[in-house]
């Protein structure tokens, strides 16, 4: 199998080449930063990857907050935190569910450093420590479709449609790879015209803009698609949807925002089974290191990766001790190797 025409070798170029060459045809400029991250979305539907835009000083601040995310009850604390010490049902706009559930994750912000509190009689007090900067500015999505026939052309069209009619993110784009033919066939498959089309050539690195995206309304209200036709082409019965509010929108990409601020692209290895004798790490540049199994010759799948593989066979209890090579066996190492290097990706920490 070549490693990448399978969707997840190919997956992995595209957030390497990302985090390298994003933005695609635009010189490179200190104003803004860029995190990636990978297998991130809502709860109907999740993308391939995912490019944070973000601004430089911002995303430095936010470090104060900590490598990991902010849920939703933490955000709702560290955004409405006052200055000065105040009764937390007094300085916090009502949630719109139990108080009860506050005071947990206020004692949740105390544990983790990312808010002060205090006892005042019976009542607890809260003041903030830093202000939460709006570090995010734009919300890049990116399928990845290595071979793009027709039937996943169809597939891919119906969720893209979804992306734009919610427009959740601002730009919706598909990567495939290059063929060198002078119009990439992508082009003559039925896709939404607002989304973007890059070719992309993974030994090299380097991409192509075949078809630029739109920007999508993501301030503005969005539409659902609930459900549709399904009686084939003759089936002129109406979609079911609903509107999405603009708000929400803001709450759900700030919440994307976090998960990826917390995972980043390389926590491949968290879904995989790094203690197999076989699993190994192997690196074409000095900056990325990919999966291969020994045993199967290749880049594995995070699917295929997994107690239940064949192949799968524990590292032997001699590799994991004495500190082996430097603490634990391979597999270990290779978990510490990779979250040393998404740690480095965030400014701060």
């Known amino acids: 199998m070549d490693p990448h025409t399978a969707e997840f070798g190919f997956e992995l170029r595209t957030c390497r ?8 045809d ?24 995912i490019v944070l835009e973000c601004d430089p000083e911002a995303l430095h601040r936010r470090a104060n907050f900590g490598p990991d995310r902010l849920d939703s009850n933490l ?6 935190a006052p200055a000065e010490w105040t009764y937390y049902r007094d300085a916090l706009p009502h949630p719109g569910y139990p108080w009860r559930y506050v005071r947990e994750a206020i004692h949740g912000a105390d544990d983790r450093g990312i808010l002060a509190t205090r006892k005042n009689g019976n009542r607890i007090e809260i003041r903030r420590k830093w202000a939460y900067p709006d570090w995010l500015e734009r919300i890049v999505a990116i399928e990845n479709k290595p071979d793009l026939d027709a039937s996943a052309a169809r597939a891919l069209g119906t969720q893209l449609e979804y992306d734009v009619a919610m427009g959740v993110a601002d730009e919706v784009w598909v990567a495939t790879r290059e063929t060198g033919e002078r119009v990439e066939p992508v082009l003559f498959e039925d896709l939404p015209i607002e989304a973007g089309i890059l070719a992309l050539a993974p030994d090299d690195l380097t991409a ?6 739109r920007s999508l309304a993501v301030d503005e209200p969005g539409t659902r698609i609930l459900e549709r ?25 700030l919440a994307i925002a976090e998960r990826a601020y917390e995972r980043g692209w390389r ?15 192997r690196a074409r540049d000095a900056h990325q290191a990919l999966p291969y199994c020994a045993a199967k010759g290749r880049c594995q799948t995070a699917a295929e ?3 239940s593989c064949r192949d799968f ?37």
Not at 29 to 39: E, G, K, L, M, T
Not at 267 to 281: A, N
């Open 229 to 253: 036709p399904d009686g084939g082409k003759r089936d002129g019965s109406a979609a079911r949807f609903e509107s999405v509010d603009p708000d929400w929108k803001a709450d759900k990409r």
């Open 267 to 281: 926590s491949f290895v968290d879904t995989m089974r790094p203690d197999c004798r076989h699993f190994q790490l």
């Open 75 to 80: 955000l709702h604390l560290v955004c409405n």
């Open 208 to 213: 192509e803009v075949a078809w630029h995206p």
């Open 26 to 49: 635009e010189p490179a400029s200190d104003d803004r930063a860029f995190v990636v991250a990978r297998q991130l979305g809502t709860k109907r539907r999740r993308w391939d990857t």
């Open 313 to 349: 066979e524990p590292e032997p209890p001699i590799w994991r001790t004495r500190g082996w090579p430097i603490e634990g066996g391979p597999g270990k190492r290779s978990q510490q190797l990779l979250e040393e290097r998404r740690r480095r990706r965030r400014p701060g920490l």
């Open 17 to 24: 080449w990302a985090e390298r060459e994003w933005p695609p």
């Open 305 to 307: 990766c997994a107690g």
